[in-house]
């Protein structure tokens, strides 16, 4: 990001309460952060990583695992192996993430050690999200394996299978070398897949939980839906 430093001196004028880090060493900016009142919070896909992060001072870490959309670590490690093996290891909150859509998998993810959960592709799939509606109906219509991680020699993302992920497959087959992949992606392809409603040639990151999203509501009902199924999971398991 060539424009990191102007961009973080935006967020400061405008005084950001809380501001999420990732890829990348979460030493670089959480001091400048810190001492400017900031909370910090770093992305992780390993329990190296996420001591890394507390070692550099961050506030709080968000422990992705393998079944997250988009950007992902190259461990495939799942989120319910991640959670506790990370919360052995670490002091400082622990934030869940991959895999989480519903009041259900929320406490699946307290229950392995989470102090909390991030949640991004059941919000990709609401009237709010910015992204193109052709999109977001391709999201509700997905089934379980209509996701992939691929592009690991460049950077690994999980993305729903189309057109353009097929090109990939068939680069790979071809023994693609890694700038062969990087010029086959070329620029804007996720900019021309989500927001510009794309399905065939753009990249469609999204999670493997977008199986178990049917419909697109506003954003607070989301919440409100994932709250009341969280507290009656919680006294399904107290009666049982």
């Known amino acids: 990001y060539p424009d990191i430093e102007k961009l973080m001196e ?3 004028e405008l005084e950001v309460p809380i501001v999420f880090t990732s890829a990348g060493n979460p030493a670089t900016w959480t001091s400048f952060l810190k001492d400017k009142g900031i ?4 992305v992780v896909s390993s329990v190296k990583f996420a001591l890394k992060a507390q070692k550099a001072g961050v506030d709080a870490v968000v422990a992705e695992g393998f079944e997250a ?9 799942t989120t319910l192996a991640l959670i506790p093996a990370v919360r052995e290891q670490i002091e ?5 993430a991959g895999g989480i859509a519903t009041g259900r ?17 059941r919000f990709v799939a609401s009237d709010e999200a910015s992204s193109h509606i052709r999109f977001k109906e391709r999201v509700v219509a997905a089934k379980e394996g209509d996701t992939q991680l691929t592009l690991k020699e460049l950077a690994p993302v999980r993305m729903l299978k189309n057109e353009f992920f097929e090109q990939v497959q068939e680069a790979y087959r071809r023994c693609a070398t890694p700038d062969e992949l990087r010029e086959l992606l070329g620029r804007a392809r996720a900019k021309r897949g989500m927001f510009e409603g ?8 999204i999670g493997q939980v ?8 506003p954003a607070a009902q989301i919440v409100e839906d994932m709250m009341e199924e969280y507290q ?4 399904r398991l107290i009666q049982e």
Request: proline fraction near 2%.
């Open 198 to 205: 794309d399905l065939k040639e753009g990249e469609l990151e």
């Open 232 to 235: 009656r999971a919680i006294q």
């Open 105 to 121: 998998s929320m406490l699946a993810a307290m229950v392995l050690g989470a102090d909390g959960v991030q949640v991004g592709t």
């Open 69 to 77: 959309g988009g950007h992902n670590g190259r461990d495939e490690t």
């Open 39 to 42: 909370t910090v919070v770093h």
């Open 10 to 12: 935006i967020i400061v």
């Open 210 to 217: 977008s199986a178990v999203i049917h419909d697109i509501k």
């Open 92 to 96: 400082i909150p622990l934030i869940a």
